[in-house]
């Protein structure tokens, strides 16, 4: 029903930024929670940011607190991920997901739809 394309991925130095973007089809977008997990070769997918249907909660993974911001431009069906301040450790693929009751989940299990992913890779 929902489709997600990931963008915006590349290589940057450490310190420098990314904005990572997922587009999302369909009319219902609105009423989907969205959030972003990254995964690392060999490593499980872990959460990384999520935003409600409202626009008005988000929650992040500990180790990007501050440094990565969340949003959600509904009239264009698409959610950003604001990167700041990347470090090596940030490496991975970034994947966008969808959850239809509109709530924020942190285990990936629970998501109804996902990008393809997208590749940030960060240089010490």
């Known amino acids: 029903q929902v489709q997600l394309v990931e963008s915006g991925g590349g290589l940057v130095q450490a310190g420098g930024s990314l904005r990572l973007s997922c587009a999302a089809s369909g009319r219902t977008f609105s009423s989907y929670a969205m959030s972003w997990f990254r995964q690392a070769p060999g490593k499980e997918r872990e959460f990384v940011a999520g935003?409600?249907?409202?626009?008005?909660?988000?929650s992040y993974k500990e180790a990007v607190k501050g440094r990565f911001t969340i949003s959600r431009d509904n009239a264009k069906n698409t959610v950003y991920l604001q990167m700041n301040s990347l470090k090596p450790e940030d490496t991975a693929v970034y994947y966008c997901?969808?959850?239809?009751?509109?709530?924020?989940?942190?285990?990936?299990?629970?998501?109804?739809?996902w990008g393809q992913g997208t590749q940030v890779t960060v240089s010490s």
């Open positions: 997901a969808a959850k239809s009751n509109g709530w924020i989940y942190r285990d990936p299990g629970v998501y109804d739809y």
């Open positions: 935003i409600r249907s409202s626009g008005g909660s988000t």
